[in-house]
């Protein structure tokens, strides 16, 4: 994601509907999938600055006023949160769905 923003549009032509709608769409439905995992509050901040992220590209498509560069970091922030979680879970030794230490 970080190196499509702001728009997030296939420049290869092999994903001609992938858009900024399509990605982060993609990026809160897989959210929800893992929100167990996360739990509510974590899940709540991640929707929350996906929501705010999506806001400043589209605020900056033509990349020339650093909301562009705002929305990447609020990127790092959401992978912070699911590494954050990820980590504890392997610390906690919780078995993912393959019945595997993998921090899924």
């Not at 997030?8 to 993609?26: A, H, M, Y």
């Not at 809160?28 to 901040?45: N, V």
């Not at 996906?50 to 929305?71: C, H, I, M, S, Y």
Request: a negative charge.
């Amino acid at each position: 994601m970080i190196l499509d923003a702001p728009t997030f549009i296939d420049g290869s032509g092999k994903l001609p509907e992938r858009n900024i709608d399509t990605v982060f769409r993609q990026l809160t439905e897989s959210s929800g999938i893992a929100r167990k995992k996360l739990g509510e509050e974590r899940y709540a901040t991640l929707i929350g600055t996906a929501e705010r992220a999506k806001a400043l590209f589209l605020g900056d498509p033509n990349v020339d006023n650093g909301k562009t560069d705002q929305g990447r970091e609020l990127l790092f922030e959401i992978e912070d949160i699911v590494q954050t979680v990820r980590r504890k879970r392997v610390k906690a030794k919780l078995l993912d769905e393959e019945g595997e230490v993998s921090g899924d």
